[in-house]
Nanobody, 123 residues
Framework: QVQLVESGGRLVQAGDSLRLSCAASGDTFSRYTMGWFRQAPGKAREFVGV????????AYADSVKTRFSISRDSAKNTVYLAMNSLKPEDTAVYYCAALYYDWSTESGHYPWWGQGTQVTVSS
C-alpha cells in the first residue's frame, strides 16, 4: 500500500503555468502507475493524465494533452503534473492516485488516493 500527498495548488491567472507534486511513501514507488484526476465543484471526478510504473508511457485527457505533462522522479518518489496555459475551466481539486502494476484511466480502478490540492484559475 502507498500513501500519497499532493502539493503545489494555488490561485493563478489564466495563461499561467503551475506544477503539482505528489509524494509517495510506504511501498516501492516504481511498482505503481500514477494517475492525475480532478474534480470541479458540482462535477464528477475526471481523468487528467497517467504515467506508467516505469515512466515510459503517458496518456492524457483530450482537454489537457497539449498543455499538461506528467513526469516522475523515482529517486524522490514523486510524480509531477506540469500545467501550462491554464484556463478558468481547469479550476478544480487535483488528486493523484496509484495503481499497482496496471494501467487505467478510470478513477474507480485506483485504490490509493491523495487528499487533493486546489487549483484555481482566475480570468
Amino acid at each position: 500500500q502507498v500513501q500519497l500527498v499532493e502539493s503545489g495548488g494555488r490561485l493563478v491567472q489564466a495563461g499561467d503555468s503551475l506544477r503539482l507534486s505528489c509524494a509517495a511513501s510506504g511501498d516501492t514507488f516504481s511498482r505503481y502507475t500514477m494517475g492525475w484526476f480532478r474534480q470541479a465543484p458540482g462535477k464528477a471526478r475526471e481523468f487528467v493524465g497517467v504515467i506508467s510504473w516505469g515512466g515510459g508511457t503517458t496518456a492524457y485527457a483530450d482537454s489537457v494533452k497539449t498543455r499538461f505533462s506528467i513526469s516522475r522522479d523515482s529517486a524522490k518518489n514523486t510524480v509531477y503534473l506540469a500545467m501550462n496555459s491554464l484556463k478558468p475551466e481547469d479550476t478544480a481539486v487535483y488528486y493523484c492516485a496509484a495503481l499497482y502494476y496496471d494501467w487505467s484511466t478510470e478513477s474507480g480502478h485506483y485504490p490509493w488516493w491523495g487528499q487533493g490540492t486546489q487549483v484555481t484559475v482566475s480570468s
